[in-house]
């Protein structure tokens, strides 16, 4: 993998279809060349752009594939046209992954965050029911990577269930505080179902609430030298 600290407006990391969404588009990952340690995954609710943006800031500064993080740039990309959490079905794509606590009940989130849960998503017919989640799942078996790094907004914090050395890194690189729970339940979510699989450890990183353009300033080179870290030490 080289790095180049030139600003590029494109991506010249090459992408791998991994499956489709519920209104056809590709989902695509950027592959890595040899074992995968950990797979990166942004975009999973449609409501929290600032994941992808972040997330393809840093990899235009990468002029060659990693040799051991893959990445999904957006893993919800039906819901990040449209503007809403769910999916193109309203299924909460969070809340529909094959766990064994999986609920059929509607979930609700908040239109911001210090607002009551007002708006309704559905949690699918059955646990892992969309195709979006469908070909997560099966593309973490696929790689079979040791971490998956879930990136989400806009809590300001890194979730996890212990101070692993990834958590530890983030927390130095991102200036954010360590929560070994969320606060509330999460049936059905990605992380759950990694828990349930014994591996990959699934560690969540909510991003603060900022403007595009102050997430860059602030976490841009940071996170960039912090993948290229996890890749050739972890």
Known sequence: MKFSSESRGVIRLPFAKYGCSVLGAPLRYIPCTGPCRMLVIAGIHGEEPETTFLLSRALRAFETPFESVAFVLCANPDGMMLGTRGNANGVDLNRNFPTGNWSREPVYCRSVLEASRDTELLTGN????????????????????????????????????QQSELVRALCDTMGLLWRP???????????????????????????????????FERYGSNFAALLQKVDSTF
């Open 126 to 161: 059955l646990p892992g029911s969309e195709p979006e989640t469908q070909a997560l799942v099966s593309l973490i078996q696929e790689l079979s990577p040791n971490l998956v790094l879930s990136m989400h907004a806009p809590m300001g914090c890194i979730d996890a269930p």
């Open 181 to 215: 729970d969320i606060g509330y339940p999460t049936p059905g979510s990605l992380g759950t179902w990694c828990k349930e699989q014994k591996s990959p450890e699934c560690v969540t990183l909510e991003l603060p609430r900022m403007s595009l353009e102050a997430l």
